[in-house]
């Protein structure tokens, strides 16, 4: 009986290691940092080949990118223009911290509140369950 307890101990301890290494906490800042700088940098290109492609083939309207141009609604002072595309790459950053600081914080609170309910069910008496 007391050679059970003690692989039944073991096993406990093994189990709740591999489930916090399998939950592993995301780091807000790094995770934000890393989608903003995408963000900033995908609007930045996005931005300046547009730019690029009107300077060798000009298009018809006059008008370079306008649907790009529609997020001038969302971010102030934004264009299809060279400046627009140092604004937007900041604005994407922006969005980019945000985002991740908000998917970091929900995935974390997520895994607080499984291992918080497993640890509860764990501690009930066996008949209870």
Do not use: C, I, K
């Not at 989608?35 to 940098?41: F, S």
């Not at 922006?94 to 607080?112: I, P």
């Amino acid at each position: 009986m007391d050679t059970e307890v003690m692989r039944h101990r073991r096993q406990r301890a093994v189990e709740e290691r591999l489930l916090v290494h399998s939950l592993a906490h995301l780091n807000p800042l790094a995770l934000g940092t890393a989608l903003g700088a995408v963000l900033g940098a995908g609007l930045f290109l996005a931005t300046a080949v547009l730019l690029a492609r009107a300077a060798l083939l000009p298009p018809p309207t006059g008008e370079v990118g306008p649907l790009l141009g529609l997020l001038s609604h969302y971010f102030p002072g934004y264009a299809v223009t060279w400046p627009g595309s140092l604004l937007g790459a900041v604005y994407g950053f922006l969005v980019g911290m945000v985002l991740g600081l908000a998917v970091a914080g929900l995935v974390n609170l997520n895994s607080y509140l499984y291992v918080r309910r497993l640890n509860r069910s764990r501690a009930r008496p066996t008949a209870a369950r």
